[in-house]
């Protein structure tokens, strides 16, 4: 599977910006996916998770009740929508794609394939 994240930009707090996590390969509905982030200088971490069916879901404390992830299996795309976001918000977020359980979803090594990053740059 390889994938390829879009949508980052520059927005000013309080604003809005939807990431997709396009996926070439078959079995895409096989798959976990998560979002993660790496701000400058800090180690990457984990910021949301969907199963391969769609009906689970979990977040990071930080991002809860902002931001909500998805996933369209016949387009073989998932998306990280981002609602009133803070400059802390601002990192390099990366998509990736895993079969491990569900319930190892906060570690990097539960995921198989990353996506190369896209910036999200939040202004004050």
């Known amino acids: 599977v390889q994938l390829q994240a879009s949508g980052g930009g520059l927005v000013q707090a309080g604003g809005s910006l939807r990431l997709s996590c396009a996926a070439s390969?078959?079995?895409?509905?096989?798959?976990?996916m998560g979002w993660f982030r790496q701000a400058s200088g800090k180690e990457r971490e984990f910021v949301a998770t969907?199963?391969?069916?769609?009906?689970?879901?979990f977040y990071a404390d930080s991002v809860k009740g902002r931001f909500t992830i998805s996933r369209d299996n016949a387009k073989k795309t998932a998306y990280l929508e981002m609602n009133s976001l803070k400059p802390e918000d601002t990192a390099v977020y990366y998509c990736?794609?895993?079969?491990?359980?569900?319930?190892?979803?906060?570690?990097?090594?539960?995921?198989?394939?990353w996506g190369q990053g896209t910036l999200v740059t939040v202004s004050s």
């Open positions: 990736a794609a895993g079969t491990a359980p569900i319930s190892q979803f906060r570690f990097r090594s539960s995921y198989n394939y």
């Open positions: 969907i199963s391969w069916s769609g009906g689970t879901t």
């Open positions: 390969g078959r079995a895409f509905s096989n798959y976990n």
